[in-house]
Every structure is written in structure tokens, then in C-alpha cells.
């Protein structure tokens, strides 16, 4: 590899690194394994970056490299079941929460136009800029800043929306048994 282009692939990490590593941070949940898988990302792109061509598409390049990386580390991961006399206590903290809100919200986001999702994913998954987000939707600020405003009120709704149907469905099930309603 050519100097410059070393060169090039040190400015771009110094550049992109911080949101390079909120990619990883979002793909497995310790923070240090995060750092790991980004710099095994980095170490793999290394050897491949002048060929690259698009440079503008390198986010993109890494982003995959992370992904299988970690679809790598996941397939080679050893579970060691030991057989015990008693289940332990479920931990107060499981994640299941988190993952539920998760799912929800990926619902959610499939209710709005690809393009406010777009917007959407972009401004608050990757924290891009507005700026950054409207170079990347080849769109103006003005616009991005509209239909991120659009899509956020669409969002709300939803949620609104499927909190009262909700509350419905408890209130119809509560009656179907025979148990009294609840002042709320």
C-alpha cells in the first residue's frame, strides 16, 4: 500500500471513529468488546483500503465488515452448560426490556415512508448530523429537518395508537373473566 494511501486511511480513522464505534456499540453489548470488534474491523479493511474506489462508500465497507465480523465471533462462541441441583434466581436485569422496546420500535419504523425512515435512522441510529444526513439523501436540510419532524409526529401516533388499543384489549379481556374495571 502506497503511503497516501496509508495516510488516507489514518485521516479517514481519526475522522470517523467515534461513529464507526456507535456501529459496533449497536451490534454487541459490552462497550470493550465494541472497541475489539471495531478494530478488527479496521485491521481487515486496512489490507483492502486502496481498493476502495468510492471512498465516500467506506462507512458503508466497514459497517459490513462489522457485521460479519461479529457474525463470525457469534458462530464461534463455545457454550459451556454445567448441570446444577437448583435453577439460580433470574437476574433483575435480563435485557428483555430493552429488547422489547427494540422490536417495537422497529415495528414502528416500518409504518413511515422509506424515505422518513430513512431520515429517521439516519439522524438518530447513526447520530448523523442534518447536515450529514442531507448529503447522504441528497436532499436539503430544510427538507431533512421537515421530514424528520413529520416522521416523529408519525411515530408518536403510532405508539399512542397501539397504547390505546392496548388498554382495549386488557379492558375486554378483564370483562370477559369477570373481573372489575379499574379506575385509571
Given at each position: 500500500?502506497?503511503?497516501?494511501?496509508?495516510?488516507?486511511?489514518?485521516?479517514?480513522?481519526?475522522?470517523?471513529?467515534?461513529?464507526?464505534?456507535?456501529?459496533?456499540r449497536r451490534l454487541v453489548r459490552d462497550p470493550v468488546d465494541a472497541q475489539d470488534l471495531l478494530q478488527t474491523a479496521l485491521a481487515r479493511t486496512f489490507g483492502r483500503w486502496d481498493g476502495i474506489a468510492d471512498k465516500s462508500l467506506a462507512d458503508a465497507y466497514l459497517r459490513r465488515v462489522m457485521?460479519?465480523?461479529?457474525?463470525?465471533?457469534?458462530?464461534?462462541?463455545?457454550?459451556?452448560?454445567?448441570?446444577?441441583?437448583?435453577?439460580?434466581?433470574?437476574?433483575?436485569?435480563?435485557?428483555?426490556?430493552?429488547?422489547?422496546?427494540?422490536?417495537?420500535?422497529?415495528?414502528?419504523?416500518?409504518?413511515?415512508?422509506?424515505?422518513?425512515?430513512?431520515?429517521?435512522?439516519?439522524?438518530?441510529?447513526?447520530?448523523?448530523?442534518?447536515?450529514?444526513?442531507?448529503?447522504?439523501?441528497?436532499?436539503?436540510?430544510?427538507?431533512?429537518?421537515?421530514?424528520?419532524?413529520?416522521?416523529?409526529?408519525?411515530?408518536?401516533?403510532?405508539?399512542?395508537?397501539?397504547?390505546?388499543?392496548?388498554?382495549?384489549?386488557?379492558?375486554?379481556?378483564?370483562?370477559?373473566?369477570?373481573?372489575?374495571?379499574?379506575?385509571?
Open positions: 500500500m502506497a503511503d497516501n494511501e496509508v495516510l488516507g486511511f489514518e485521516e479517514y480513522v481519526r475522522s470517523r471513529q467515534d461513529a464507526l464505534l456507535r456501529s459496533a457485521i460479519n465480523t461479529r457474525t463470525e465471533w457469534w458462530r464461534a462462541r463455545k457454550l459451556d452448560e454445567v448441570p446444577v441441583d437448583q435453577l439460580p434466581e433470574a437476574s433483575l436485569e435480563d435485557g428483555s426490556e430493552q429488547r422489547a422496546d427494540r422490536a417495537l420500535l422497529m415495528d414502528v419504523l416500518r409504518v413511515l415512508a422509506p424515505k422518513q425512515r430513512s431520515v429517521v435512522v439516519l439522524r438518530h441510529w447513526e447520530q448523523m448530523s442534518t447536515q450529514e444526513t442531507a448529503a447522504a439523501l441528497g436532499m436539503s436540510t430544510g427538507t431533512v429537518k421537515s421530514t424528520l419532524h413529520r416522521a416523529l409526529a408519525r411515530m408518536r401516533q403510532e405508539l399512542e395508537n397501539r397504547e390505546l388499543d392496548a388498554r382495549a384489549t386488557e379492558r375486554r379481556e378483564r370483562m370477559e373473566r369477570g373481573q372489575p374495571q379499574c379506575a385509571a
